[in-house]
């Protein structure tokens, strides 16, 4: 096992704090599972080096934002604010006949987006505006690698409506990435 410097560790917080951020839409709560996984990364000997530093802590998290998620699921909570419609969202982007209404644009190399710091703002943003359980599903399935079974559990839905959640979140991104920063204005 190897041992954890804090040095090692701080360089990864700005990281594991977006991460944070992205799922749980608090930064008091994101905060407070970046520190909590920090210190259980310091008290913990499992460290092998069998993967990256990164890895290890994102896995750690993991777990951590689960924990708070489980706990905000149990808690009553308004999902959707007043006079917001999520249906209105999807119904905008296609016509009758099920074609898009403005087909997407194609973005030009989208993987050098993921690079660059203020993309990551920008997708920050985007995930903020859509339903709550929405962008959840979407995280845990994009960045928590989460399966459809283990998402259905989390958030008390079907598989069915997971999919509806995951093809509504993918075109809610789509949509906003491509406005906002693939610059492709309507």
Known sequence: MNTIDHDDLQQHRSYLLRYAMLQLRDPHLAEDVVQETLIAAIESDKFAAQSSLRTWLVGILKHKIMDVVRKRAREPQLEVAEGEDESELVDALFKENGHWADPPQTWNAPE???????????????????????????????????????????????????????????????????????????
């Open 112 to 186: 050098k987006s993921l690079e660059n710091a203020h993309f990551w703002n920008v997708f920050e943003q985007c995930n903020q505006r859509m339903p709550l359980n929405t962008a959840r599903a979407f995280m845990m399935r994009e960045f928590m690698e989460m399966t459809t079974e283990e998402i259905c559990q989390e958030l008390s839905v079907s598989p069915t409506n997971c999919w509806v959640l995951l093809h509504r979140a993918r075109l809610a991104l789509r949509e906003c990435l491509d406005l906002n920063w693939f610059g492709n204005a309507r």
